[in-house]
């Protein structure tokens, strides 16, 4: 038996039973066709090779002419159902190969799906060849190509970077913006079908934002290239304008079937609108609980207003999920229904629960990791488990910090599926981490030049001036050499000195204080006045990226030992490329819940299940924060952003074939955190309401500290235990006892989130509120109690009275 105390139910949960979904019926074709029906051979035929379909498979795959909508539930069978469907057509209906149409979004899916239509009874090799069996770009790449389209494809995203990085230095630009941001957000509107033209113009980032793309347009055009949004753009054009052309298709494709519907964006959708309208018929497969690709232009709408684009449209639910044990989809249907845009469906299963998900409560994400781990281990060693069994589920990169490094101090094989660079290695950490290696070495030129541009400094050019002063004269601190750079004013000439400074002092320090005092000085001042990153990223992400980076500091003594660290765990990172091409490999898997969409493990580890993680925290204030992205709508704020983290959610949990451990930290950036309200309402955990002590942010001054907190206010709730049977575990409501005057008042004091100065002192409590002027002027603030720096951030504080 592991010694990690799991629980069947969250902390504080007073709900008595558990979620279990209902067994679904064993009854499948085999029994619902029966041998007289006209087209009893072709499902004989399915269970010849081994694939018995229940009744709902069986409706959607008879559908004949007009559209359909299938919502497919998780591991509900959606590819059988889509090849099935395809068979059916051509042996039992005579329909002719080459009018299916059936388009996907990834190329594996399309190869696999071929790959099946051609092992189908009754159908020949021949036959099945006819069929259109492709991803979107690849359709339409082929239309473009018959019609004389000839550039080459840009498909490669680091060349993509390179133009634009070009571009950028061109506009005197490179230190104002990231690539792959500029990139990710010309595609977001294009996909919305929002042109150049249409573009905002509005502010100074908007114009220039508009100026970028146009020259990467031009770059494109003048060198024969197209990139893949490019492919249906183009072809939107070409068919609204080629009436003959859209007309061939329509008649060509008489049956047009979509997968992963729920990822579909508005250009690709109109794009089989356009295709389908003369016959509508059109059968989408997906499922409206699994749409997390909103910020890539997915819609849930389009499934939740399909039979209202497509009058008379069938719809049919696919609800029994053959993948996971009762208990896990039981758990999934109670998350997911508490959104209110949804399609009603309640999931049922195949497969009788022998074990029911387990509940984690570490201290914060450094003990969820040790933990989790440590679990891990014991399960391989006792040969219960394989490496590759489990994989680990997170809300964001930032959330995978903790696991990361433990999994790299533990020498347990990982492939880690992150796209891009390692959390150190991103652009918000980056130069944080830079000026702690100019204190180890003044001359390292390389951690220079990312520090330039927080200095206000062309990147290019001061490292040019740099290298051309320092060749006849080599200083110790080459910086310096800034200090007579044409043309700069006093302010700057002052910022220089300071940083010089800075950099000498940061050595001595340990490695938390002195990023805590590169932040303190500068740095999240520098941020928040630098609006070109605020055009896809929250700053919420932001935050929550430096303070992760400070947590993990906080194990090392001095700055030389943690870069040293950083440095092992980047090159492991490199190493990943080679590990996620082996398939075979046994090895846990780390990725994001967006990435492990569509796939399923054995085993599934969700950390960060706690408020603020998941959800996360950018959807919690959506309704009173701004949002930069100029996509986003007033119905992406407040409920609909928060129904979006359910689905993810929901993903993740559904996700898993046998095992399901849920772990949720109880401390997260310093603050004391509730376990995800997503389990709340499932297990009728009543929000905690916080003392003022932990609200004060309360926060470990070592690596165990917030840990160690959480435990002793456990010790102090025992008297308040409430014990439950033994199969339950030894679980523990922990609550603050009230006060007389609290347990006397009708209702509760309401608080809400204001911007405040927070004590760094360890073991100090304090804090300010800050008021609009000091958020706009000062930059450094001693602690009135203790006289440590103080750092901006977010309390809870109660609501005056006048607004309760």
């Given at each position: 038996m592991t010694s990690i105390p799991f629980y069947k139910r969250p902390m504080g949960s007073e709900r008595k039973d558990l979620p279990f979904a209902k067994l679904a019926s064993s009854q499948s074709s085999r029994e619902l066709v029966c041998s007289q029906?006209?087209?009893?051979?072709?499902?004989?035929?399915?269970?010849?090779?081994?694939?018995?379909?229940?009744?709902?498979?069986?409706?959607?795959?008879?559908?004949?002419?007009?559209?359909?909508?299938?919502?497919?539930?998780?591991?509900?069978?959606?590819?059988?159902?889509?090849?099935?469907?395809?068979?059916?057509?051509?042996?039992?209906?005579?329909?002719?190969?080459?009018?299916?149409?059936?388009?996907?979004?990834?190329?594996?899916?399309?190869?696999?799906?071929?790959?099946?239509?051609?092992?189908?009874?009754?159908?020949?090799?021949?036959?099945?060849?006819?069929?259109?069996?492709?991803?979107?770009?690849?359709?339409?790449?082929?239309?473009?190509?018959?019609?004389g389209f000839r550039q080459d494809i840009l498909g490669n995203a680091r060349h993509q970077q390179i133009i634009i990085k070009r571009i950028l230095r061109e506009m005197g630009l490179q230190d104002g913006y990231e690539?792959?941001?500029?990139?990710?957000?010309?595609?977001?509107?294009?996909?919305?079908?929002?042109?150049?033209?249409?573009?905002?113009?509005?502010?100074?980032?908007?114009?220039?934002?508009?100026?970028?793309?146009?020259?990467?347009?031009?770059?494109?055009?003048?060198?024969?290239?197209?990139?893949?949004?490019?492919?249906?753009?183009?072809?939107?054009?070409?068919?609204?304008?080629?009436?003959?052309?859209?007309?061939?298709?329509q008649r060509r494709y008489r049956y047009v079937m979509v997968d992963e519907f729920q990822d579909t964006g508005l250009l690709p959708y109109e794009l089989l609108k356009m295709i389908v309208k003369p016959h509508a018929n059109l059968m989408v497969v997906g499922?409206?609980?699994?749409?997390?690709?909103?910020?890539?232009?997915?819609?849930?709408?389009?499934?939740?207003?399909?039979?209202?684009?497509?009058?008379?449209?069938?719809?049919?639910?696919?609800?029994?999920?053959?993948?996971?044990?009762?208990?896990?989809?039981?758990?999934?249907?109670?998350?997911?229904?508490?959104?209110?845009?949804?399609?009603?469906?309640?999931?049922?299963?195949?497969?009788?629960?022998?074990?029911?998900?387990?509940?984690?409560?570490?201290?914060?994400?450094?003990?969820?990791?040790?933990?989790?781990?440590?679990?891990?281990?014991?399960?391989?060693?006792?040969?219960?488990?394989?490496?590759?069994?489990?994989?680990?589920?997170?809300?964001?990169?930032?959330?995978s910090r903790a696991i990361f490094e433990q999994l790299?101090?533990?020498?347990?094989?990982?492939?880690?599926?992150?796209?891009?660079?390692?959390?150190?290695?991103?652009?918000?950490?980056?130069?944080?981490?830079?000026?702690?290696?100019?204190?180890?070495?003044?001359r390292d030129f390389k951690a220079m030049e990312g520090i330039l541009n927080t200095l206000y400094m062309n990147r290019d050019k001061g490292m040019a001036f740099i290298h051309e002063k320092d060749a006849p004269r080599p200083k110790k601190g080459p910086l310096s050499h800034l200090l007579s750079y044409p043309g700069l004013k006093d302010f700057q000439i002052e910022q220089i000195r300071e940083r010089s400074k800075l950099i000498k002092s940061l050595k001595a320090l340990e490695p938390a204080e002195a990023v805590r005092e590169i932040r303190l000085r500068f740095y999240d001042k520098y941020l928040e006045a630098d609006g070109a990153h605020d055009i896809t990223m929250h700053k919420e992400f932001i935050q929550e990226g430096l303070d992760e980076l400070e947590a993990s500091a906080k194990r090392f003594k001095d700055v030389a030992s943690f870069i040293q660290f950083v440095d092992r765990l980047i090159e492991i990172h490199k190493e990943m490329a080679a590990r996620k091409k082996d398939e075979t490999v046994d090895a846990v898997k780390l990725m994001t819940i967006h990435k492990a969409k569509g796939l399923e493990f054995p085993s599934v580890c969700l950390i960060g299940a706690s408020e603020g993680i998941l959800p996360h925290t950018s959807s919690l204030e959506a309704e009173h924060m701004d949002d930069t992205h100029p996509l986003a709508s007033k119905q992406d704020k407040g409920g609909a952003a928060l129904e979006e983290e359910r689905r993810l959610?929901?993903?993740?949990?559904?996700?898993?074939?046998?095992e399901l451990i849920i772990s949720s930290p109880a401390?997260?950036?310093?603050?004391?955190?509730?376990?995800?309200?997503?389990?709340?309402?499932?297990?009728?955990?009543?929000?905690?309401?916080?003392?003022?002590?932990?609200?004060?942010?309360?926060?470990?001054?070592?690596?165990?500290?917030?840990?160690?907190?959480?435990?002793?206010?456990?010790?102090r709730a025992s008297g308040q235990a409430s014990t439950r049977s033994s199969k339950d575990s030894l679980r523990v409501s922990v609550r603050p006892a009230a006060s007389s005057s609290q347990r006397d008042e009708a209702s509760p004091i309401r608080t809400e989130p204001v911007k405040a100065w927070l004590c760094t002192g360890p073991g100090c409590r304090g804090w300010q509120r800050m008021d609009a002027g000091a958020a706009r002027t000062k930059t450094r603030k001693a602690c009135p109690l203790c006289g440590s720096p103080m750092k901006t951030g977010m309390k809870d504080a109660p609501v005056p009275a006048g607004r309760r």
């Amino acid at each position: 038996m592991t010694s990690i105390p799991f629980y069947k139910r969250p902390m504080g949960s007073e709900r008595k039973d558990l979620p279990f979904a209902k067994l679904a019926s064993s009854q499948s074709s085999r029994e619902l066709v029966c041998s007289q029906a006209a087209d009893a051979a072709f499902f004989r035929g399915l269970e010849a090779e081994g694939l018995y379909l229940n009744q709902a498979q069986i409706k959607a795959v008879r559908h004949l002419e007009g559209p359909l909508l299938t919502l497919a539930g998780a591991g509900s069978g959606k590819t059988s159902v889509l090849v099935s469907r395809t068979g059916y057509l051509m042996a039992a209906h005579r329909a002719d190969p080459s009018s299916i149409l059936l388009v996907t979004f990834s190329s594996k899916a399309a190869a696999e799906m071929k790959e099946r239509i051609m092992s189908l009874p009754g159908l020949s090799a021949k036959e099945a060849a006819k069929v259109t069996a492709r991803t979107f770009h690849s359709f339409f790449l082929y239309l473009l190509r018959t019609r004389g389209f000839r550039q080459d494809i840009l498909g490669n995203a680091r060349h993509q970077q390179i133009i634009i990085k070009r571009i950028l230095r061109e506009m005197g630009l490179q230190d104002g913006y990231e690539a792959e941001t500029l990139l990710s957000l010309w595609s977001a509107y294009r996909m919305n079908m929002i042109g150049l033209d249409e573009l905002p113009g509005n502010t100074p980032a908007e114009v220039e934002q508009k100026q970028i793309f146009a020259r990467y347009e031009a770059w494109k055009e003048e060198n024969g290239q197209m990139d893949f949004d490019d492919i249906l753009v183009l072809s939107y054009r070409l068919l609204t304008s080629d009436s003959r052309l859209l007309t061939a298709l329509q008649r060509r494709y008489r049956y047009v079937m979509v997968d992963e519907f729920q990822d579909t964006g508005l250009l690709p959708y109109e794009l089989l609108k356009m295709i389908v309208k003369p016959h509508a018929n059109l059968m989408v497969v997906g499922d409206d609980d699994q749409t997390i690709y909103s910020f890539n232009g997915a819609r849930n709408e389009f499934i939740l207003e399909f039979d209202q684009t497509f009058p008379g449209a069938k719809v049919v639910t696919l609800d029994i999920n053959y993948r996971s044990v009762s208990s896990i989809v039981g758990l999934g249907n109670e998350i997911i229904r508490e959104n209110k845009r949804r399609r009603s469906k309640k999931l049922q299963s195949t497969r009788k629960s022998e074990r029911v998900p387990l509940y984690l409560r570490p201290g914060d994400p450094d003990e969820e990791a040790e933990m989790l781990l440590k679990h891990m281990l014991e399960e391989v060693s006792q040969g219960r488990k394989s490496y590759s069994d489990y994989a680990i589920l997170y809300r964001t990169s930032n959330n995978s910090r903790a696991i990361f490094e433990q999994l790299v101090m533990k020498e347990m094989p990982f492939i880690h599926y992150e796209q891009g660079d390692l959390f150190y290695e991103q652009w918000m950490v980056k130069p944080v981490m830079d000026y702690l290696r100019l204190s180890l070495n003044r001359r390292d030129f390389k951690a220079m030049e990312g520090i330039l541009n927080t200095l206000y400094m062309n990147r290019d050019k001061g490292m040019a001036f740099i290298h051309e002063k320092d060749a006849p004269r080599p200083k110790k601190g080459p910086l310096s050499h800034l200090l007579s750079y044409p043309g700069l004013k006093d302010f700057q000439i002052e910022q220089i000195r300071e940083r010089s400074k800075l950099i000498k002092s940061l050595k001595a320090l340990e490695p938390a204080e002195a990023v805590r005092e590169i932040r303190l000085r500068f740095y999240d001042k520098y941020l928040e006045a630098d609006g070109a990153h605020d055009i896809t990223m929250h700053k919420e992400f932001i935050q929550e990226g430096l303070d992760e980076l400070e947590a993990s500091a906080k194990r090392f003594k001095d700055v030389a030992s943690f870069i040293q660290f950083v440095d092992r765990l980047i090159e492991i990172h490199k190493e990943m490329a080679a590990r996620k091409k082996d398939e075979t490999v046994d090895a846990v898997k780390l990725m994001t819940i967006h990435k492990a969409k569509g796939l399923e493990f054995p085993s599934v580890c969700l950390i960060g299940a706690s408020e603020g993680i998941l959800p996360h925290t950018s959807s919690l204030e959506a309704e009173h924060m701004d949002d930069t992205h100029p996509l986003a709508s007033k119905q992406d704020k407040g409920g609909a952003a928060l129904e979006e983290e359910r689905r993810l959610a929901y993903v993740a949990v559904t996700r898993a074939r046998d095992e399901l451990i849920i772990s949720s930290p109880a401390y997260y950036r310093g603050r004391k955190v509730e376990v995800s309200r997503f389990l709340q309402s499932v297990f009728q955990i009543e929000s905690v309401k916080t003392t003022s002590k932990e609200r004060s942010g309360e926060s470990a001054s070592s690596n165990r500290g917030s840990s160690a907190a959480f435990h002793r206010s456990k010790g102090r709730a025992s008297g308040q235990a409430s014990t439950r049977s033994s199969k339950d575990s030894l679980r523990v409501s922990v609550r603050p006892a009230a006060s007389s005057s609290q347990r006397d008042e009708a209702s509760p004091i309401r608080t809400e989130p204001v911007k405040a100065w927070l004590c760094t002192g360890p073991g100090c409590r304090g804090w300010q509120r800050m008021d609009a002027g000091a958020a706009r002027t000062k930059t450094r603030k001693a602690c009135p109690l203790c006289g440590s720096p103080m750092k901006t951030g977010m309390k809870d504080a109660p609501v005056p009275a006048g607004r309760r």
